[in-house]
């Protein structure tokens, strides 16, 4: 069980590039997450899913899209990189109907947009 | 809205010591998680509190929930180098499953 994955690990971009970050888990979970974490403000979810082919906004999602085409895999899209999109991301997953409802979090990606 | 605090956000203590976190949350929760996060790393589960009055330990570590006091506390007792890291806890939102994060309190264990 590689548990949460997620690709790629580091990545700089420069302002208005685009790019995906991908995150793949082997848990058969039907929630997943994005949060991007910034020093000194916790993890802010960005977007989530409930199910493949479902997604719903957080508490950031302004500059992100995301998609949920299979179960095991949850999409982040960056379609325009903004320096204030800096930041670590991490993807976590779930199962929708369990107790105690954990959630387990990928190694992240740490994004620099210059 | 539910708004989860926590403090203090640093700490540096001297090994052997005892020391309490503390977590505030806004509004109704009927969950609370702590989570352990080293440098550079991602984040590790470490309590999961599901209702009024629970209590769980493990080693050093115990923490606590009161529901009523929207109030959970992270306790850590004759504290030790390896304990060293960042812990956040976090609150789910009741209907919904989305947690939501404190800042965090960065704690540094000195020898």
């Known amino acids: 069980n590689a548990g949460v994955t997620q690709t790629p690990k580091f990545r700089v971009l420069k302002t208005g590039q685009s790019m995906t970050l991908l995150c793949a888990q082997d848990?058969?979970?039907?929630?997943m997450y994005w949060y991007r974490q910034d020093p000194g403000m916790g993890l802010r979810l960005i977007h989530y899913?409930?199910?493949?082919?479902?997604?719903a906004k957080g508490e950031v999602p302004d500059g992100y899209n995301v998609s949920r085409l299979k179960k095991q895999n949850f999409l982040l899209g960056l379609e325009s990189a903004a320096p204030s999109q800096t930041s670590v991301y991490f993807c976590?997953?779930?199962?929708?109907?369990?107790?105690?409802?954990?959630?387990?979090f990928g190694p992240g990606t740490r994004l620099t947009v210059t | 809205e539910l708004k989860v605090e926590q403090n203090p956000l640093f700490l540096s203590m001297q090994e052997g010591k005892n020391y309490t976190i503390y977590c505030n949350y806004s509004t109704t929760s009927d969950r609370l998680y702590w989570y352990r996060q080293d440098p550079g790393k991602s984040l590790e589960s470490l309590f999961v509190?599901?209702?009024?009055?629970a209590v769980k330990q493990e080693g050093r570590l115990m923490a606590s929930l009161d529901t009523k006091a929207r109030l959970s506390t992270l306790h850590i007792t004759a504290a030790v180098h390896d304990l060293s890291a960042t812990y956040f806890c976090a609150a789910i939102i009741q209907g919904a499953q989305k947690l939501v994060f404190g800042q965090g309190t960065r704690l540094t264990i000195n020898p």
């Open positions: 848990m058969n979970h039907e929630y």
């Open positions: 509190l599901l209702s009024n009055g």
């Open positions: 976590a997953s779930s199962y929708s109907s369990d107790i105690p409802y954990e959630q387990y």
């Open positions: 899913s409930v199910g493949e082919g479902t997604t």
